[in-house]
C-alpha cells in the first residue's frame, strides 16, 4: 500500500527527530511493502521567518490531503515576543482546528526500564504505570472568544458545546473499553457552570457505556492524586486547559517524558503525531535529543490512522529491545548504560526492528 | 490585649479540628495574657440545612466586625447534587469575595518528621521543601459571568482587571522580599490573552522589586516543575484557577497535607484562616483527624491579623516539638510512633507550648 503522509519537522530538535523517525518508517516499509510518501510542509518558527505565518493555508492543504500527519515540535523563545496570533502556537493552535483534530490521546507509561529516573517513590508507582489521558483539543478557553479593554481588563471564554463534549466523551469510553474499562472524568463542577454542563454529558455518555466504571474527580483532586495514587487511573477525559495540565502532570511522574507520544485525532482515522516534549531549542543540531517520543508516535499513526497494528506493535517492540540492550540518549542516561545521539539510537532502533 | 474572632467549624471534621485549635489558642491567651473572644458562626453544609443558605448574612456581618477568622472546612457529598449558588462551596466563594480577601496563601513545607511519607524520591526532595504559593483568590474564572444556552453550550469567563493583578502581584514581591526574593510567575500566555494581560502587569510590578528575582512559567510547565523540581521555587504567583490546581500539587508534594495551614488576606491585617485540606466527611466525629493545619493557622492568624509573632512561633515549635516525641494522628502515622486521636494531639500541642 501507498501512504502518503505531511511530515512538519518543526523547530529546535524537531528536524531531527522526525528525521530519525521516518527512517524508522521507511524500514517498516521495506519490510512490509508498503511505501510511505512524505511531503514536508512548514508550521511554526519556521513558517514566520519564512513566510511570515506560523501556519500557512499550504500547510493545511497539504494535511487534509494526507493520510496522516508526523509533527516534531513548534516553538522557541526567538518567537516568543511576537503577538498572540503571530506565534508558533497560534500555528498549532491553527492546525488542531483546521484539521478538526478534537481528540488528544497522551498515553503516559512509566518504562521498566527507565523506573530509576521516575521521580515518585517505588512504592507508589509499583509495577507499571500505564494510564492514558483524553484532552479535549479544539474548543474550551484555547479557541472562546478574547476581549481586552485597554489597559483596564481582559478575558477569555471557557466555553463548550453540547456536541463537542458528546464526542470527546464517546472517544473517551471507547478507549477505555480497549483498556482496563475504567473513566475518570475531570472537572471543576463545583465552581464553573461549564463543567457542570460537561459532566452532565459525561453521565449521558456514560449510559452507552455500562462496563465502563466512571468516576469523577475536580481538577485539583486530580493534580493531588496523580503525585499520590497515579495507579488508581486507566483513562482520564477532561477538557482542554485542564488537559493541558494535567497530561504535562502524568507524563512527568512518569519520569519518561523524552519516551512519550500524543495522537491527535478528529473523526474517521485521520490524526496528527507527535512527541509531548518540545522544541528543546537548547539542545537542537547536536545530534543529542532523544528521539524516541517521536518514533513511538510514529507507530501510533500506524496503529490509529493506517491500520497497521503489526507494525506498530514491531516499532515499540525493537524500542523496548533497544533500551534492554542498555543505549540510551542524554536524557535517559545513567550510569552503566551506553551513551549515544539521535542518529544512533534511531539506527539502533531500526536494526532490532 | 481582647481579640474578637469570629470562628466558622464547618461541616465534617471542621468542628473537631476548630476545637482542638481554639483549645491552643485559649492556652496562648493564658500565658500571654491575651483573651480571645470568639463568635461562632454558620456557612457551609450546616448553614444550607439550618437556615437554607450556605451564607447566612449575619456570618459575613459577625466575620466583618471580627479581628480574623478562623474556618475548619466546608462541604460534603450531602449538598453535591444541589445546584451550583445553593451549595456550599458557594458559602465558599461569597465569604472571600464578602471579605475582600484577595491574597491567598498557602505554604507548602516538608516537615523533617514525615519525610517517609512524601511522594517524592529523597534525591529530589533534598532536606527541606518550603515554598509558598500566592493565589488571587476574588477574581479570575472562579467570578466571572456565566452562561448556558439551554442544552447547547455553557461558558464561564476568566477576567481579570488591572487593579486586581496589582495588589496581588505587589502581595507576591512582598512576601518574596522576606523569604528567598525569588517569584514564579505562572500563566497560559502562549494561549490566553488574559495571562497575557496578567502577566505584563507582573512585569510592571517587578520594577518596584529590584532585588527580587522574578521568572515565568506556562501553567503546565509549572505542573511538571513542580513534581521534578520544587527546590526551584521559592513564591509562586498565579490566578485564582491556576492557583487552585497548583497549591494542591504542591502540597501534596510534601506528603503533608493535614499540615498545612492557608491565609487568605484582604487589605490590611484581616484574614480568614483554615487548614487546605478538606471536611473529610468520612472520617468526622470519631475523633481521629489531624487537627495541626488548623493549629498552624492559627499561628498564621496571629502572625499576620494580630502582630503577635511571638506567640506564632510559640505554636509552631510546639507542634514541632510535639511531632519529634513521636506523637502522630492516622493519616501521618508510621511504624514505631504513637498514635493519637485529634483531642489528645491537640492536648500534647498544648503541653509543648
Ligand atoms: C504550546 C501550547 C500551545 C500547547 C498547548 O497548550 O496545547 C502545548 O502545551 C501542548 O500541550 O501541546
Ligand atoms: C471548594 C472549592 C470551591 C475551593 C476552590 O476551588 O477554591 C477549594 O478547592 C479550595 O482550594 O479552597
Known amino acids: 500500500m501507498n501512504y502518503k503522509i505531511a511530515v512538519i519537522p518543526g523547530d529546535g530538535i524537531g528536524p531531527e527527530i522526525v528525521g530519525a523517525s521516518t527512517k524508522v518508517l521507511d524500514k517498516i516499509g521495506e519490510k512490509f511493502n508498503h511505501s510511505f510518501d512524505y511531503t514536508k510542509v512548514l508550521a511554526g518558527g519556521v513558517a514566520i521567518d519564512t513566510c511570515d505565518t506560523p501556519l500557512p493555508q499550504e500547510t493545511i492543504d497539504i494535511c487534509k490531503a494526507s493520510d496522516a500527519v508526523l509533527l516534531g515540535a513548534l516553538g522557541g523563545p526567538k518567537w516568543d515576543n511576537l ?24 498515553p503516559a507509561i512509566l518504562y521498566e526500564e527507565l ?12 509495577d507499571e504505570l500505564d494510564l492514558m ?7 474550551g478557553i484555547y479557541f472562546g472568544e478574547k476581549g481586552q479593554d485597554g489597559d483596564n481588563a481582559a478575558w477569555d471564554v471557557m466555553k463548550y458545546t453540547r456536541p463537542e463534549v458528546l464526542r470527546i466523551a464517546r472517544k473517551a469510553f471507547e478507549i477505555a473499553m480497549k483498556r482496563n474499562k475504567k473513566v475518570t472524568n475531570v472537572d471543576k463542577a463545583n465552581v464553573l457552570g461549564v463543567s457542570r454542563f460537561w459532566r452532565s454529558i459525561v453521565l449521558e455518555v456514560a449510559k452507552d457505556f455500562p462496563k465502563v466504571e466512571l ?24 477538557s482542554n486547559l485542564f488537559g493541558d495540565i494535567l497530561s504535562d502532570e502524568a507524563s512527568m511522574i512518569t519520569g519518561s517524558i523524552g519516551m512519550l507520544p500524543s495522537a491527535s485525532l478528529s473523526d474517521g482515522k485521520f490524526g496528527m503525531y507527535e512527541p509531548i516534549h518540545g522544541s528543546a531549542p537548547d539542545i537542537a543540531g547536536q545530534d543529542i535529543a532523544n528521539p524516541i517520543a517521536t518514533i513511538i508516535s510514529v507507530a501510533m499513526m500506524l496503529r490509529f490512522s493506517l491500520d497497521l497494528t503489526e507494525e506498530a506493535d514491531l516499532i515499540e517492540a525493537a524500542v523496548k529491545k533497544t533500551l534492554s540492550q542498555g543505549y540510551r540518549t542524554a536524557d535517559i542516561y545513567s550510569e552503566g548504560m551506553k551513551k549515544v545521539g539521535t542518529v544512533e539510537m534511531g539506527q539502533r532502533i531500526i536494526e532490532n526492528l
Open 83 to 106: 503577538p498572540g496570533d503571530k506565534r508558533p502556537e497560534a500555528g498549532l493552535l491553527g492546525i488542531r482546528k483546521a484539521l478538526g483534530l478534537y481528540a488528544n490521546l497522551r
Open 133 to 139: 489521558v483524553v484532552r479535549e483539543l479544539t474548543g
Open 215 to 238: 468516576n469523577h474527580l475536580y481538577v485539583d483532586n486530580a493534580a493531588m492524586q496523580l503525585v499520590i495514587n497515579p495507579k488508581q487511573f486507566d483513562v482520564i477525559v477532561t
Open 115 to 126: 523506573k530509576a529516573s521516575c521521580p515518585l517513590k517505588p512504592e507508589i508507582v509499583g
